[in-house]
């Protein structure tokens, strides 16, 4: 019984690392397929941080391994430029992870150790942000009801995405990513789905093709210079 049970082991640790080497294949396949690579995307949660490390890109965003709210998204996309020239200050309330606010805007650091790592990561990757090719992304979920939706999907920018957990035929801008019907948002789209290959339910959607047909946002960085937005622009 000792001798089946460590074979059963070492079967299934081979075919963990099979799957794991197919899977690296299908992601240097999409990465020969995508041409558009100079881009910034600016996100709610870690969808574009795996979307540029599933692609091999260095992050040209300071939205990675973070998360901001639905309605704070739509807020400072709404005058970008200038929330990305404010200075990040630590949010003294008591949190499960380090927090920082930008203007008004909360920026939860979901993913560091500290509030002065985040700070640090932000500030050296906002300076890289491209913003001749910006990239939207947002999810159906953290705060997001149909008033939010309606705003990001009014955004003018025109690269933009906003994942969801049901059709919404009336947002150019809504991605439905299947399996996620029966909760009332949308779940961990980064998570594989319980099938033989590893996909991303994330991959459901082809957002090589979507990157590649991104268009020029010069003179897009906000509706205004000189301040926070009055709220998410309804």
């Known amino acids: 019984a000792a001798q089946r049970g460590k074979i059963m082991k070492f079967a299934s640790q081979l075919w963990e690392k099979m799957l794991w080497i197919e899977h690296s294949c299908y992601c240097r396949k999409r990465r020969r397929r995508l041409k558009a690579t100079d881009f910034t995307i600016i996100a709610s949660n870690c969808i574009g941080t795996i979307m540029y490390h599933d692609m091999g890109l260095e992050f040209k965003t300071p939205t990675v391994n973070l998360t901001i709210g639905m309605p704070d998204l739509v807020k400072m996309a709404g005058n970008l430029r200038w ?20 203007g008004d805007i909360r920026v939860n650091f979901v993913h560091y150790d500290s509030f002065a790592e985040g700070k640090k990561k932000w500030e050296e990757r906002r300076r890289r942000i491209n913003w001749d090719r910006i990239v939207l992304v947002g ?59 590893k996909r991303r339910y994330l991959d459901e959607f082809d957002y090589v093709s979507f990157l590649n047909g991104t268009v020029p946002t010069t003179g897009l960085e906000g509706v205004g210079t000189n301040g926070p937005a009055e709220g998410p622009l309804l």
């Open 139 to 197: 999810a159906d979920r953290d705060e997001c009801d149909d008033e939010v939706l309606q705003a990001f999907d009014r955004l003018p920018w025109p690269n933009k995405l906003l994942f969801t957990h049901k059709d919404y035929p009336e947002f150019p801008s809504a991605v439905y990513i299947t399996g996620f019907e029966e909760r009332p948002t949308l779940g961990n789209v980064l998570s594989y789905r319980p099938q033989m290959l």
């Open 83 to 102: 929330y990305m020239e404010q200075e990040l200050v630590e949010c003294t309330a008591q949190g499960s992870c380090p927090t920082g606010l930008l």
